[in-house]
């Protein structure tokens, strides 16, 4: 796999994986997502704050959605830019028109991308055919916006931190790889148990053990890999697109359920998370999914905060650098302070 994830370029900047983002930028990023996230919540001064005004932003979904769909979305909206959400089916990208010809059209007529696809090289290659910056909404390898709302929704309980242990338990798929894309670039333990034959992308993990930065362990048994979490971590055991697999993945998988018996395992303060669509009784019993120590709908909440902050970076890198030197500077004359 080509590992041309992020591109921060001066000329052009693209969020498709987290292996070219640095540690500092992401905390930016969070501190940047808190503001937005706070900012929702008086109504009068978000109506002022518009840094996506006269802005639009194509989004291509070749496979189902809900959250991502609305949370962009809205979040545009909220932005003050105006978002065209088109099929990737009825486009026929690929097959209708080149994926080469749609990044250069699309370039023409919009500021940004947002793209949901099978293939990981097509976005790639739209990321490389386009002008403008493009946004992974997941592929078939990774899922990079939501892994960047999971670790804010961590970061804001104040949970982040490098000892951090987070225990994905079941497919090593698309969300799992992100997980460990992210273990390249923040420091943190980081353990997938998966059934044997369903681990990650090898190419991700053996990039994200070479840079050293965290722990990652792939085990087998998910008893023993949930011991003392502090976070316990799933998605559907099918992905989009493995339809045909579903009654084998429920039988090979039944052993891989977050459930209470898993939970006590965990750290008594561990919290569950899961990035939707949700399975009761599959990947995630009942009790546990709508339990006290369910973090998921904050989770699918910040997926909004953490886009609407991502667009503003890549859409208008002024408005997002004022804050973080306004940010330096107040806080620097508070050091001084005190
Ligand atoms: N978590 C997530 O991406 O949800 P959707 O597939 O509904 O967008
Ligand atoms: N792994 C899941 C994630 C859904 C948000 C899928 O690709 O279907």
Redesign the pocket.
């Known amino acids: 796999m080509e590992d041309v994830q992020i591109k921060l370029t001066s000329e052009k900047r693209d969020f498709l994986g987290f292996s070219h983002l640095d540690a500092g930028k992401i905390i930016e990023l969070f501190d940047y997502s808190l503001f937005i996230k706070n900012k929702r919540k008086e109504k009068s001064a978000e109506s002022n704050f518009l840094p996506l005004k006269d802005k639009t932003v194509a989004m291509i979904f070749s496979k189902p959605s809900l959250r991502t769909r609305v949370s962009f979305e809205l979040g545009i909206h909220e932005l003050g830019g105006y978002a065209i959400t088109l099929d990737g089916q009825s486009i026929g990208l690929g097959s209708r028109e080149s994926v080469e010809d749609v990044a250069m059209l699309l370039s023409r007529y919009n500021d940004a991308i947002v793209a949901r696809l099978h293939e990981h090289a097509i976005i790639e290659g739209i990321a490389q055919h386009s002008t403008i910056p493009v946004v992974n909404a997941?592929t078939d390898l990774s899922?990079p916006c939501?892994v960047l709302a999971d670790v804010f929704t961590l970061y804001e309980r104040s949970l982040w931190n490098e000892h951090i242990k987070v225990v994905f338990v079941g497919d090593g798929?698309?969300?799992a790889n992100s997980w460990i894309e992210l273990a390249g670039l923040l420091p943190f333990h980081f353990v997938l148990a998966c059934p044997e034959g369903y681990t990650p992308d090898q190419g991700l993990l053996e990039c994200a053990r070479k840079k050293g930065i965290s722990k990652i362990e792939i085990l087998h048994d998910p008893m023993e890999a949930a011991a003392k979490a502090d976070v316990l971590y799933t998605?559907?055991w099918t992905?989009?697109g493995q339809e045909e697999e579903k009654e084998e993945r429920i039988r090979i998988f039944s052993p891989f359920q977050i459930n209470s018996a898993m939970l006590r395992e965990a750290k008594p303060t561990a919290v569950v998370m899961h990035?939707?669509?949700a399975h009761r009784g599959q990947e995630i019993s009942a009790e546990v999914m709508d339990g006290p120590q369910s973090v998921i709908l904050d989770e699918a909440e910040n997926r909004l905060h953490v886009q609407k902050a991502l667009l503003v970076k890549l859409l208008n890198h002024d408005v997002y650098r004022k804050f973080h030197l306004t940010h330096r500077l107040l806080n620097a004359s508070k050091k001084t302070k005190s």
Request: glycine share 0%; charged share 10%.
């Open positions: 997941l899922h939501q798929n698309n969300v998605d559907v992905s989009m990035c939707m669509p």
